[in-house]
């Protein structure tokens, strides 16, 4: 790593506050919504030691990678809907946008909570993959594969057709990303990594990331998505005038002709926004 990337990576630590363990850390207001909620969250450092990173390279390789991909997230969720095709919710009270570029299906769901006070319960109850008292609901799902910090994380991803040839390993970034203290993005999960090895081979996570490109933020948005030939999801939660907490989901499906996987996904993103839908009532 030549040092204007480790001094450019040092900054965007510096500047998202996220220093804990060479990787993302919580601001102080989070710590103490942590602490009172202990029992959900034990430290992901102490809980997971074997699949802890302590490679400041790798770590800020993943930094990069969750920074760039949350980047992409916001400038979606800031696209107008007005092509989006709207499906009332059941009660009707909300909309699912949905749109289909290409091969990548899209779907959007709005939501609103409020009281900007229950800008970190959101947070906290979206970023779950270290409660272990939910199961049914959880939002990250997966085998957990790589411990950056409690706020970034990689897993492997099932392959839900075995009968799908090539069986190939997936593996996905996770994290929670702190834009400015009204944004937060939870990349939940981020596109797939370009895994090169074998199945039986024992992941180099370094590699990998290395070997996956960063997303292209600086063209449009949707046009970012088509090339980016994979699924990504995640939400943009944000403190609004009136004294609200705005809710994104974005979930963009990509079609690559494996018809039971495309179904499964589209099933995983319905579970999704009913899962959603019922945030209110728990916060």
């Not at 834009?179 to 939940?188: A, Q, R």
């Amino acid at each position: 790593m030549n040092k204007g990337y480790i001094k450019i990576a040092l900054t965007l630590l510096s500047l998202t506050g996220y220093m804990q363990n060479g990787a993302f850390a919580t601001e102080h207001a989070e710590n103490v919504a942590n602490k009172a909620n202990s029992v959900h969250h034990e430290s992901a450092f102490d809980k997971y030691k074997d699949m802890a990173c302590y490679s400041i390279y790798e770590n800020l390789v993943a930094i990069d990678h969750a920074n760039n991909t949350s980047e992409l997230l916001i400038k979606l969720s800031e696209t107008s809907t007005d092509d989006y095709s709207t499906h009332p919710t059941e009660n009707g009270d909300k909309i699912i946008y949905s749109k289909k570029i290409g091969n990548m299906d899209i779907g959007r769901l709005h939501l609103t909570i409020p009281s900007a006070s229950n800008y970190y319960d959101v947070i906290e109850e979206l970023w779950d993959f270290n409660d272990t008292q939910k199961y049914n609901y959880k939002f990250i799902k997966g085998s957990l594969a790589r411990v950056y910090s409690k706020d970034l994380i990689i897993f492997e991803k099932l392959n839900i057709d075995p009968k799908y040839v090539p069986f190939v390993k997936k593996y996905v970034l996770a994290a929670k990303v702190k834009h400015s203290n009204d944004t937060t993005v939870i990349l939940c999960p981020s596109r797939a990594l370009n895994y090169l090895g074998k199945i039986d081979d024992e992941p180099n996570m370094k590699e990998i990331l290395e070997n996956t490109q960063l997303i292209e933020t600086e063209i449009d948005p949707e046009e970012a998505l088509i090339k980016l030939g994979t699924n990504i999801s995640g939400f943009v939660i944000k403190k609004v005038e009136n004294d609200q907490v705005d809710v994104t989901y974005i979930n963009a499906i990509y079609d690559d002709g494996n018809s039971t996987k495309y179904f499964y996904d589209k099933k995983e993103r319905y579970h999704a926004y009913m899962n959603i839908l019922s945030l209110t009532q728990r916060i």
